[in-house]
């Protein structure tokens, strides 16, 4: 019989050998490690001696200790893919969690920057030229601020017809190449003419020529969106504006997909209803936004 903890090992290195993104790992095995602490109280050391009411009782402990739906759904997705591992694997006969339901919960419509709140934005760091840039490279290419803090400068490609930023992949993210716009290419310019001239290859650097982490981008921005007099707004909220934009301007949402580096299209096509008006057209309209 498989001991709960081993299985709770077993399970976490699997998912490295899988090479599933650090954040994911962390997560899945921080939830598992509290139902198995939660099953020991009742008893339960051996994972084929766990039932589906046990697990329902975990959710409902969650419940009463005011997690909300969303966090006892992600739990809930842990704990299936768990058993689902033990099963698959051998390790296990049966899986408890097949019965097991997600909490009913409403996803939040994503927080997509109007015309006005993005100018604003761009108004309040244009004195900062580092920011700036990659405040238009967010909002010009839809990358993630992960990705952003990766960028080397041989990442740039601003010296032909047609300029390029390569997205080296990462934990969970995809290697892809995206078109740069006049906007984007003209703010990295003028941020490489100040930027400190440093052996390290980052791209974005502090006064002391150590890569920007970040924490320093999330920092920053969020102190020019309080500048620019936005509300509710996060640094993530460039990327959904990125995305909206161009569906609603008629780029495909595969080509939207392949740039954004979603893994599945289903992702960029929940964006199509909180956007209005989107042309039928499939032709590629980087417009500058």
Do not use: C
Not at 98 to 109: S, Y
């Amino acid at each position: 019989m498989m001991n709960l903890k081993d299985a709770h090992l077993k399970f976490v290195e699997n998912l490295k050998v899988k090479s599933r993104a650090s954040a994911t790992i962390l997560a899945y095995g921080k939830d598992i490690d509290q139902l198995v602490s939660f099953l020991n109280s009742l008893g339960k050391e051996n994972a084929e001696d766990v039932t589906t009411e046990d697990l329902n009782s975990f959710m409902a402990k969650l419940s009463k200790e005011n997690y909300t739906a969303k966090s006892i759904s992600r739990k809930t997705n842990s704990t299936k893919t768990f058993f689902k591992f033990l099963k698959s694997s051998g390790l296990t006969e049966s899986d408890p969690a097949t019965a097991l339901e997600h909490p009913k919960f409403e996803n939040k419509p994503p927080r997509i920057l109007s015309k006005i709140e993005y100018r604003a934005l761009r108004d309040a760091a244009r004195g900062d030229l580092r920011i700036f840039a990659v405040i238009e490279l967010l909002l010009q290419t839809g990358i993630r601020i992960g990705e952003l803090a990766q960028l080397k400068v041989e990442d740039l490609n601003l010296d032909s017809e047609s300029t390029v930023l390569h997205v080296p992949a990462g934990e969970g993210t995809v290697e892809r190449d995206i078109p740069l716009n006049r906007p984007a290419v003209e703010a990295v310019k003028k941020y490489l003419e100040i930027r400190p001239k440093t052996p390290n290859r980052a791209l974005f650097v502090t006064k002391t020529g150590r890569p920007l982490l970040v924490r320093n981008i999330r920092t920053a921005i969020d102190r020019y969106f309080r500048m620019g007099g936005i509300k509710g707004a996060k640094v993530n909220d460039l990327r959904h504006t990125w995305v909206a934009h161009h569906l609603s301007t008629g780029t495909s949402l595969t080509l939207i997909s392949k740039l954004a580096g979603h893994k599945r299209v289903s992702t960029t096509e929940r964006y199509l209803q909180f956007i209005q008006g989107r042309s039928t057209e499939s032709k590629v309209k980087l417009e500058e936004l």
